[in-house]
């Protein structure tokens, strides 16, 4: 199979003051994350165990009906629970002990091999998200113009994706979002400059300005702006210096620790330059594990490229196929390729060009040649 490896294109933020107290915000049913399927491990019964991925700010120590070991990437736990585990004891670092009721959720009893994602918050910022959510468009104009930062997020955010109702509007989108950044909201300054990078909603295109703001909302502990800050030393792989490839790290990690998915990828591909392989696999599997179909295509690359130790065409093309399957056009066409060339698949014409003509429709080009090289 040909080979592709494409770029995918400070501190914590830690909410910890002695009186402050935490509350769970939700717990969620992740259908496409699949850890619990690949890693089985079961509890006292030998019945394989739910996965349960606790997001929260601080650093915590859990107890109860948990088996296997408890691993952490950022401010994400995943803990292995049996499916019918009742209770959690949270113990978040310098605040009060957490007892979880499991059985209050409606995704109870938790099935097996299944994922789910409980988010943790302090209560106080709980209780602002959930005032916002019941909050008329009416209502919410009068806080943003009050100077309400969350508002204003809130509102840019709305008029960015046509949410609440609104209308798609981009200078409204700014205009709001940037009052909500010049008060020091993280992912607020995060959206001012991306509005900079990419010359969107009237803001003329200028890159010192949006890596400015990208640098600010980095600095405030925002994953998001931790990687565009790597990209400004990873854009080209190929031309990387020493200097640009420890900078590029040294955003990466922390984008990372914050759980930014896309970090992860580009670590990948920068551990796979240094020849460090186990780790290019290892950061690729965090992502198409929790079902995101850019990291699981990037996994079946490492695993179906011939020139490594870790070759396996069956594997690679597992995970492949998820993401093709997922809609992403750099898997379709390296589908689309395999079953064109009987590359660990029974050559089958038409078959790669279906997958060959999903590619094209999501824009990846080498797929439109292919389809022009079969006359179709």
Known sequence: MKKIFPVIASLVVCFVASARTFVVNNVEVNETDLTGSIHQIADKN?????????????PAKFKGEIYGDIEKSGNEYTLYISTDAKNLQIYPEKSQTLNVDLQAYPCYPYRSKMSYVMEIVPDDVKSAEDNLDYLTNEELMKKAEAGDVLACYSLGSAYCVGQRGLDVDYENGFKWLMKAAAKGHAASQCEVGKFYFQGAGGVGKNDAEAFKWFRRAADGGNGNAQFMMATKYCADMNAMT?????????????????????????????????????????????????????????????????????????????????SAEGGFPTAQYFLGDAYENGDGRPKDIKKAEFWYRRAADGGDQQASEALKRLGK
């Open 242 to 322: 020493a200097d640009d490839m420890k900078n590029a790290k040294y955003w990466l990690n922390k984008a990372v620790e914050n759980d930014y998915p896309l970090a992860y990828l580009q670590l990948s591909l920068i551990h796979f330059k240094e020849g460090n392989i186990d780790k290019a696999v290892k950061s690729a599997e965090k992502v198409a594990m929790q079902g995101h179909a850019y990291g699981q295509c990037l996994l079946g690359l490492w695993y179906c490229n011939g020139d490594l130790d870790i070759y396996d065409l069956e594997k690679g093309l597992f995970w492949i196929e998820l």
């Open 46 to 58: 030998g019945t394989p165990c739910a996965v349960l991925r606790v997001h929260i700010p601080v």
